[in-house]
């Protein structure tokens, strides 16, 4: 034997169970809470339950429930005409609203409810400007409340539907279309009878994702004094400084995502039967009537201008005012989000890479499920994983402070693990561990088996493999999944708010204290902040589509 | 011998992917592994390739042994240059940059000379300094072969190469293969399903059914002298018919007396008799009539299938002047040159 022989399959056993243990080690921090919140959802206290029962449930669920239902239709129906409208028919400016009906995406809900309510209430400049004209008698319906966190939810979460359901309409409509004409339907009776039915699938995948939207939110029902779990969960946090109550909601919570969870799962895995390549080629666009034409382009400004445009000039308007807090206080908040922000993407991003190596080197249905479960954090909402983050760490530092206790006696150093920055960024962990995952792991499958033995065969292998074909073909993947974590997390609110060191404030955290003072006016700074950073991952989605078109 | 498998054994669980594989391989002639998806070849093919490793027997090159039981040498310590099915050209280097991938071996002012060479030879000198995706399926194939044979590897291994291009282009691209292969005296083996494939490119073709090697052996050995009734069936098109042998060379079958030179048949034996569709030869003056069923037009010859008095189908080859309609009947004459016959089970 003239080369240097390996023997690198005699032995996979033990190298699969340590990267199975590491793969758990990595995945602590996200699974943790999903364990803390499930026990907690299956173990009630009676005490508590019957407080909670009688006093908090029936509203706070019946609320919950009711802007789920409201965001659904409302965004669901939104979504759909649009992407129909845009997907299918030619009206003037349908290539400006493609792309511009996404941008809601940008502007978190928060922003967006305290946009309005500044702008609607009785002291914002529509009433006072309405009661200057026809006197103070004038009947508004009253804007914070349930009806107004719904539609402003409605509005944030639609291109959600809009997106999925313009890509079922793309890919599959206009040749079903063709195929029912084919058997006899005219056009609208083959809208009706086959492209509406064939998105649904897209369409209800979409509208999970707003539900899901909708039960995660804490900063727009807040804003709207809609009491929903979440503001609940908050409320029993720093308000009554019950963990258990906390929990116990965060728990029945959880029932509710989890519906929401099977149905998104469900619709997607139809969706994934139903899908066809390259059906981008068909007959033209409906041609619409004068009046349609005019009535498209009407509704889709209408949306695009209350969704985006109208707040962005609000805001801007209110920035501009405040310009004097652009002071050494805003760059603080600045600098905190973006350290937060940073190190967030880095750390998940790094435990992604190893985590799909482990998938792709030695895989097994150990490791399998470890990901898996630790990647459902993105469907939790942030209020329950900043409880089920919280409880662990008491309970460790607890635990390690006893221990130092009986070793040094009272003399010893104090631990507290809640409260800091490592605290918050295990929450984020938690929940964006899947956004940073997601495009790590599909950046790898795109490099082939056989590209790895291509690079092999040719005696490429180990670091030079990596350096020379992974690295360049994944760059584009992490810099993708760094850029999403690093903006999901500027534009985090809840998990921030309850694990943050005490004055750590971040430019989310600033919004939400301004808001709950009435000053919308100074929150708008902040929030323009967080807008521009939103647009990035828009600005890459709409690029994509462009591509795709 | 340049390349040898001596009883080479794969399992994956229960099942014997390859079970009990031998052959040889000698320098500078190409070999096929030719047989149905499923049949273990491509198994064979990285285990050779030291992609998978074997549980019994033995692969050796020019001597020194690459695999056995609890040892595979390192693929990237095998000399061996592989051609993927899917090409696995790295989308982010250009042509240029994946021929030179390889030749990190030769000194740097080496490599880029090299790299136009092989990418001269295959016909891509125009195209060196596009990426894969800008270039159409037979070129990335072309570039894959460029890649795998510039660090003059001892042995080149293709799998399916010809699989995802379509027809026409495949036929053109296995004799060009071929003849690259051929010009640089390369050992090669691949691996297909496809028999105008396997003909068009190898010296050597082995019929693999269920792990095993049934013939190792020239392709017109396989289809004239197939050794098993597998290898009859799989290469080329045919019917079998029941026979029995009346004297040596003589056969009475179902579809008449057949008489062919050559075979070791005895008296009384009954037989499976392979009939080829040119040993069902069309003339009017014959007294056998077989009624025309389907009719495929191919250009120069019709393939007739003929549904003879006592009802079995034959497939009969003939020139395409003779043009019958379905329903017809026509005169055949059976007259194969040798038989093709087997023990009947």
Redesign the interface.
């Known amino acids: 034997?003239?080369?240097?022989?390996?023997?690198?399959?005699?032995s996979e056993r033990s190298p699969r169970i340590l990267a199975g243990g590491l793969a758990l080690a990595l995945c602590i921090p996200a699974l943790a809470p999903l364990i803390v919140i499930g026990f907690a959802a299956v173990s009630p206290d009676a005490e508590i339950w019957s407080h909670l029962a009688r006093f908090v449930l029936p509203e706070v669920a019946s609320n919950t429930l009711m802007l789920v239902i409201s965001v659904a239709v409302i965004g669901g129906m939104l979504g759909t005409s649009l992407a129909w409208l845009t997907a299918m028919c030619e009206f003037p400016g349908r290539r400006f609203f493609e792309w511009a009906l996404l941008l809601p995406l940008a502007v978190p809900a928060y922003v967006l409810a305290f946009v309005a309510v500044g702008f609607l209430d009785y002291s914002g400049p529509l009433q006072t400007a309405l009661r200057g004209t026809f006197g103070s008698s004038v009947w508004v319906p009253p804007i914070r409340s349930l009806g107004g966190a719904a539609m402003v939810l409605s509005l944030a979460t639609y291109p959600y539907v809009y997106l999925l359901a313009r890509s079922a309409f793309l890919t599959q409509g206009r040749r079903a279309l063709e195929a029912a004409q084919a058997l006899g339907y005219s056009r609208s009776q083959a809208s009706w009878k086959v492209a509406l039915p064939m998105a649904r699938p897209w369409i209800f995948a979409g509208i999970a994702l707003t539900a899901m939207e909708t039960l995660a939110d804490f900063g727009a029902v807040y804003i709207f004094n809609t009491r929903t779990f979440t503001t609940a969960i908050y409320g029993a946090w720093f308000g009554m400084r019950s963990v258990t109550t906390a929990l116990q909601l965060a728990g029945v919570l959880m029932v509710f995502v989890l519906i929401v969870f099977v149905i998104e799962r469900r619709s997607r895995a139809s969706a994934a039967f139903a899908s066809a390549r390259d059906m981008t080629r068909g007959s033209p666009r409906f041609e619409l009537s004068s009046t349609g034409r005019v009535a498209a382009a009407c509704f889709a400004g209408l949306i695009f201008a209350i969704g985006f445009a109208l707040p962005i000039v609000q805001l801007a308007i209110w920035a501009i005012e405040r310009i004097g807090d652009l002071d050494s206080r805003y760059f603080g908040f600045v600098s905190r989000s973006l350290l937060l922000a940073g190190s967030a993407a880095f750390m998940i991003v790094s435990c992604s890479v190893l985590l799909a190596y482990i998938q792709r080197r030695l895989p097994s249905r150990f490791s399998q499920a470890v990901i898996r479960l630790a990647t459902l954090g993105y469907a939790i909402p942030g209020a329950v994983l900043a409880v089920g983050v919280i409880v662990p760490i008491i309970f460790l530092s607890n635990a390690l402070q006893d221990l130092l206790r009986t070793w040094f006696g009272a003399g010893a150093p104090t631990i507290m693990f809640q409260g800091t920055l490592l605290a918050v960024l295990l929450g984020y962990l938690a929940r964006f561990l899947a956004v940073g995952f997601n495009p790590v792991e599909s950046g790898l499958q795109r490099i082939?088996k056989?590209?790895d033995?291509?690079?092999?065969?040719?005696?490429?292998?180990g670091a030079a493999l990596l350096r020379?074909?992974h690295m360049?073909?994944l760059k584009t993947s992490l810099a993708t999944a760094a850029t999403l974590v690093f903006v999901d997390v500027m534009k985090e609110m809840p998990i921030t708010l309850i694990v943050r060191p005490f004055g750590w404030d971040t430019l989310a955290v600033r919004v939400f204290e301004m808001t709950a003072e009435g000053e919308w006016e100074r929150a708008a700074l902040p929030a323009v902040a967080i807008v521009l950073v939103g647009l990035v991952p828009v600005a890459m989605l709409t690029r994509r589509g462009a591509h795709v078109a | 011998m340049w390349l040898e498998l001596d009883n080479v054994v794969r399992r994956f669980g229960q099942r014997s992917a390859v079970d009990g594989l031998s052959l040889q391989l000698a320098k500078g002639s190409i070999g096929c592994l030719l047989g149905p998806s499923g049949c273990g070849k491509t198994t064979a093919l990285r285990a050779i390739a030291g992609f998978e490793p074997i549980d019994a027997g033995e692969i050796r090159a020019h001597g020194r042994v690459l695999s056995r039981p609890g040892f595979t040498a390192a693929p990237e310590h095998r000399r061996i240059g592989m051609v993927f099915q899917d090409y696995a050209l790295f989308p982010h280097l250009t042509v240029l940059e994946n021929v030179a991938f390889g030749l990190h071996r030769l000194p740097q002012q080496a490599r880029r000379p090299r790299a136009l060479e092989m990418l001269s030879i295959v016909g891509l000198s125009e195209y060196v300094a596009r990426h894969p995706h800008q270039l159409s399926g037979g070129q990335q194939q072309r570039v894959a072969l460029a890649r795998a044979l510039a660090p003059e590897p001892e042995l080149v291994l293709l799998d399916e190469p010809f699989s995802s291009l379509d027809v026409e282009l495949r036929e053109r691209l296995s004799a060009e293969v071929r003849a690259v292969l051929k010009s640089l005296n390369a050992t090669a083996l691949l691996v297909t399903h496809d028999q105008q494939e396997a003909f068009a490119v190898a010296d050597l073709v082995g019929v693999m059914k269920e792990g095993k090697l049934e013939q190792w052996d020239t392709s017109y050995e396989l289809y004239h002298r197939p050794s098993t009734r597998f290898v009859a069936d799989f290469i080329g098109q045919g019917v079998f018919v029941r026979g029995e042998v009346i004297e040596p060379g003589t056969f009475r079958t179902d579809v008449g007396v057949v008489r062919a030179n050559g075979t070791h048949w005895d008296a009384g034996e009954e037989v499976d008799l392979l009939l080829r569709p040119d040993d069902v030869v069309h003339d009017d003056a014959s007294e056998l009539r077989a009624e025309v069923c389907q009719r495929a037009f191919r250009g120069a010859d019709f393939l007739y299938t003929l549904k003879m008095p006592n009802g079995t189908q034959l497939l009969s080859l003939v020139p395409s002047h003779h043009n019958h309609a379905i329903g017809e009947h026509i005169g055949v004459r059976i007259e194969p040159d040798h038989v093709i016959a087997f023990k009947r089970r």
């Open positions: 034997m003239a080369t240097p022989a390996s023997n690198r399959y005699a082939t056989s590209v033995e291509a690079a092999i065969s040719l005696g490429v292998t020379r074909v360049p073909l």
